[in-house]
């Protein structure tokens, strides 16, 4: 099983629909749980840090199941904008070390 | 605004060249990492650096690899004799500090191995 896996998508949406990623990890020691985006050939952008209780940030909600291993990103009212790879990262240790990423899931937000 | 600057933001070398990137932080921190990104594929940990140590390096970062600080401010990557597969984007990246452990990425570099 891989450490952090990904539906490669693309997920194709119209705007304003809402759309929903998964992201399962395998290791259940695993402490801090991120979102990124990442536009075609830029760097990964935060854009939420997924806790045990739930967050959300205006459009996005992130959720974290411990028991079944995943993170979940859920974007509503999609606007073209919107459009970009979705990259869930894991960090696995308690230090200030490293994130594993899932290949990310491709969103793309038509007209 | 980055939270790190990246130079050069594009290099094209021959392989078996020797290829120096480099990061400067805008404020000082301690945690610094090295991320690639092979066209297409994911994001993979190079190596992570505190306290100007290496802290951890993955199986990736293997002895053509080696990272310094050496003014205490930039943060370099060198790999010594490049190869094709050493073609990716190289992302330099900090922590802030804060509880989570939230990385920041640089704008990366782009290295072409010819």
């Known amino acids: 099983r891989k450490e952090v896996e990904q539906d490669p998508g693309p997920f194709n949406v119209p705007e304003g629909a809402t759309v929903a990623f998964n992201c399962t990890y395998s290791?259940?020691?695993?402490?801090?749980f991120f979102w990124y985006r990442q536009d075609c050939r830029k760097e990964p952008k935060l854009l939420m840090s997924?806790?045990?209780s739930g967050n959300e940030d205006g459009r996005f909600t992130a959720q974290l199941n411990r028991a079944s291993q995943y993170i979940s990103l859920l974007i509503r009212d999609s606007k073209l904008s919107d459009s970009a790879t979705y990259l869930c990262?894991?960090?696995?240790?308690?230090?200030?070390?490293?994130?594993?990423f899932g290949t990310g899931t491709r969103l793309l937000v038509s007209p | 605004e980055p939270e790190v600057t990246q130079t050069p933001s594009h290099q094209v070398t021959q392989m078996g060249q020797e290829v120096i990137l480099r990061c400067v932080p805008i404020?000082?921190?301690?945690?610094f990492y090295w991320y690639r990104q092979i066209l297409g594929q994911k994001v993979e940990f190079l190596v992570s650096f505190y306290n100007n140590e290496i802290s951890e390096k993955s199986e990736i970062f293997d002895d053509q690899f080696s990272v310094e600080r050496p003014d205490g401010s930039n943060f370099t990557l060198k790999i010594r004799s490049t190869k094709l597969e050493d073609s990716a984007m190289y992302f330099c990246?900090?922590?802030?500090?804060?509880?989570?452990?939230?990385?920041?990425f640089g704008e990366g570099s782009w290295l072409t191995v010819v």
């Open positions: 997924v806790y045990s």
């Open positions: 990246a900090r922590n802030r500090g804060d509880s989570g452990n939230t990385i920041y």
């Open positions: 404020s000082n921190h301690l945690y």
């Open positions: 290791n259940s020691a695993s402490q801090s």
């Open positions: 990262a894991v960090n696995m240790n308690t230090g200030f070390q490293k994130l594993v």
